[in-house]
């Protein structure tokens, strides 16, 4: 059957970014797993997904070359795979990355929806069986940071397992103590003014990063002129405690302690990668190059789980597609004798960034140069960022309480992203007292990504330590 008559009423134009999101060099998917605690059950997952996910209409839609959505039959069957696995495999989390890897770098079938799941009857360390997802970007963020877009709209999939009718709870910020009238003029007054000098300034050094920046990151960015492509997904799972031990001994938050310990850990991998620890002039030089990474926002008023399932109902009227700004973060790389400076610097930079406008500021910055000069300039305008940053960072706060999967409770939870030209994407996501990180790279630029995850536990391990030295030595004084 050809295209045209599968068109209906419900034809749709693509958004301009959606079309961003498909161009050669800039064709962008999400990618999911699921850890589940009990095999997974194929019909009940094709069943469920027939109730759920389809009756969005991006997920029932094929995207054309005439930048339009034609509303198709969705056979969801023919968007599960559940392939043959050895059940006395000898690596099955090896196996797991590999399978995840060739997964995203197979080509996917644009004459159907742009979605498709993956069950693995596969035990691995941390799982029973494996839920793997991918998703086109041009379906939109769903309402969610960069690579959670299309976690979201399975997450509002899935139930509390304590309550099966309840959508999962995330945790909520603490509410701030109540003030006078005056004085609480007083802080929004000084709120304002923080913003305004703090959205001038660092647009300001945006601009000029974006203008004026070259070869900033070429310590990790690999070779002149090389294409970067993401072609290896691995991940690990450590104890959320670890965090929020070291984020209460310095008096910080767990997205500042992360972020410190992400940081730590890049500056050891790129000191004994390039064989830097020994050699003092070459170790300053080093200390020198001004790295940046970029991070995304989202730039959706409202985030509640269950406006996003309300968004996958048969016939609503909700707001769908990629509402998102990036900010552009420096990373702290310097060889430090103290563990927590990586963090302090960490907190510095979080406490600017948040104070800014910036991700409202590029959001437009790249709307309306798609809209004056067209997705070639965007396209441009994004290979210059991509080509002079060193990673892409998210951390994203997952479930508070366990959840359930079309009836299969989950052990965890992970994402990431491929098609972009990074060289490293860092995705770090909390799911109940877990906390999952997420490596996604260019095995032609960082050739050992275990090794890298490794130093970045190792740096919270080492914060840690100090954080108890810290607490027992004030608790002598």
């Known amino acids: 059957m050809s295209i045209k008559k599968q068109v209906t009423e419900g034809e749709e134009p693509v958004s301009p970014f959606a079309k961003l999101f498909s161009l050669p060099g800039l064709n962008v998917f999400n990618i999911v797993t699921f850890g589940s605690k009990t095999e997974v059950d194929p019909s009940t997952i094709v069943e469920g997904l027939k109730n759920t996910l389809i009756n969005h209409p991006r997920f029932s839609s094929i995207l054309v070359r005439k930048a339009k959505w034609i509303p198709t039959k969705v056979k969801v069957e023919d968007h599960v795979t559940v ?24 080509p996917m079938n644009m004459s159907k929806p742009l979605w498709e799941f993956h069950l693995l009857k596969l035990k691995t360390s941390h799982a029973e069986s494996v839920v793997l997802a991918r998703f086109h970007h041009s379906l939109g963020d769903g309402m969610s940071l960069w690579v959670m877009g299309c976690l979201l709209c399975l997450l509002a999939c899935t139930r509390k397992v304590r309550d099966p009718r309840a959508f999962p709870t995330f945790v909520a910020p603490k509410k701030s103590k109540e003030k006078n009238i005056f004085w609480s003029l007083v802080d929004w007054l000084w709120f304002i ?56 001994a310095m008096n910080l938050t767990v997205n500042d302690v992360v972020f410190g310990m992400v940081q730590a850990g890049l500056s050891r991998y790129l000191n004994q990668r390039y064989d830097l620890e020994t050699t003092s002039d070459t170790r300053k030089a080093l200390d020198k190059i001004c790295h940046h990474g970029v991070v995304f926002f989202n730039l959706r008023p409202n985030r509640d789980i269950e406006d996003l399932a309300n968004m996958m109902a048969k016939g609503s ?10 900010v552009l973060i420096p990373l702290w790389l310097k060889s430090e004798d103290d563990i927590f400076e990586y963090v302090r610097q960490a907190k510095t930079t979080m406490d600017r960034k948040k104070l800014s406008l910036e991700p409202l500021f590029s ?17 441009n305008l994004l290979k210059r960022i991509f080509d002079n940053t060193t990673m892409i960072f998210s951390n994203v706060i997952g479930p508070a309480e366990e959840i359930s999967f079309f009836g299969h409770q989950m052990s965890y939870i992970a994402a990431s992203s491929f098609g972009i030209p990074q060289a490293l994407i860092l995705v770090v996501q909390s799911y109940v007292d877990k906390l999952i990180i997420n490596l996604a790279v260019d095995l032609d630029v960082i050739p050992d990504p275990h090794h890298l995850c490794d130093l970045i536990i190792e740096a919270l391990s080492m914060m840690k330590s100090a954080a108890s030295e810290k607490i027992c030595h004030a608790s002598e004084v």
């Open 363 to 379: 959001y437009w910055l790249v709307k309306l140069t798609m809209e004056v000069f067209g997705i070639t300039a965007v396209k």
């Open 83 to 106: 392939p043959e696995i050895d059940p006395y495999i000898e690596n099955p989390d090896e196996f797991l990355e590999n399978y995840t890897s060739n997964m995203a770098l197979s």
């Open 317 to 326: 009227k909700c707001r769908w597609g990629n509402s998102i700004g990036y």
């Open 193 to 248: 003014v923080r913003t305004i000098f703090h959205t001038c300034v660092e647009v300001i050094m945006a601009l000029v990063f974006i203008c004026f920046s070259g070869g900033t990151g070429k310590h990790i960015i690999g070779k002149p002129g090389a294409t970067l492509s993401i072609n290896k997904f691995i991940h690990q799972i450590i104890p959320l405690d670890d965090v929020k031990n070291v984020k209460n």
